[in-house]
């Protein structure tokens, strides 16, 4: 099993979820986030004062995925969170020793 966590832009977060959803992706997390990387952040003016926003709001998906379905839904968060511009976001994926469904106790992919 892969882990898959996405750093994307609000805007773009229905289109990757839908995008997901036609993939067959079962369930994901959400999380609102800030951060910077090469972007740095940017200048707002407000009232005629300009202040530094450093930490960019950006939201955070985590899904887990079938190592046979992890390419796809990797390559459909890129095709639906891309805008072409800097700060789009950033992928990263991890290795799942184990998941399991505290309900039923169902273990490894029958657990998603």
Known sequence: MKKIEAIV????????????SEQGVAGMTITEVRGFGRQKG?????RGTEYAVDFVPKVKMEIVVNDDSAQAAIDTI?????????????????ELTESIRIRTGETGGEAL
């Not at 773009?12 to 995008?19: F, H, I, R």
């Not at 940017?42 to 407000?46: Q, S």
Request: hydrophobic share 35%; no cysteine.
């Open 42 to 46: 940017h200048t707002e003016t407000y």
């Open 78 to 94: 890129i095709k639906a969170a891309q805008t072409g511009q800097i700060g789009d976001g950033k992928i990263f994926v991890s």
């Open 9 to 20: 832009r609000h805007f773009k977060l229905e289109d990757v979820k839908n995008a997901l």
